[in-house]
Nanobody
Framework: QVQLVESGGGLVQPGGSLRLSCATSGFSLDYYAIGWFRQAPGKERLGISCIDSSGSIRNTNSAKGRFTISRDNAKKTVYLQMNSLKPDDTAVYYC?????????????????WGKGTLVTVSS
């Protein structure tokens, strides 16, 4: 069974860091892309970053300079390292599986979503 489970969210002060994890099962990261998305309160869900089956990375502007996606294929886990967090980074963060790569991120086909992990940036 395909599963994606996010973890690592929580409360962090502005300027702080978090590393989110997306634990996957039921498929190989060698054949699927994994994207990170977020949905802030009252806002649409938007893409952050994606890593494809070959390890190539595509970022949106929200990720550049502060967020870094990576993966550990042996652990079947994809990470999102988030640094210099700001209050407007507050959102539920989701990982999702893409069967056909990362092109466009917000336009990438997605067939499975995780349930999300909440990140709150506040002081």
């Amino acid at each position: 069974q395909v599963q994606l489970v996010e973890s690592g969210g929580g409360l962090v002060q502005p300027g702080g860091s978090l590393r989110l994890s997306c634990a996957t099962s039921g498929f190989s990261l060698d054949y699927y892309a994994i994207g990170w998305f977020r949905q802030a309160p009252g806002k649409e869900r938007l893409g952050i970053s994606c890593i494809d089956s070959s390890g190539s990375i595509r970022n949106t502007n929200s990720a550049k300079g502060r967020f870094t996606i990576s993966r550990d294929n042996a652990k079947k886990t994809v990470y999102l390292q988030m640094n210099s967090l700001k209050p407007d980074d507050t959102a539920v963060y989701y990982c999702a599986r893409g069967p056909s790569g990362c092109a466009g991120i917000d336009l990438m086909p997605v067939d499975y979503w995780g349930k999300g992990t909440l990140v709150t940036v506040s002081s």
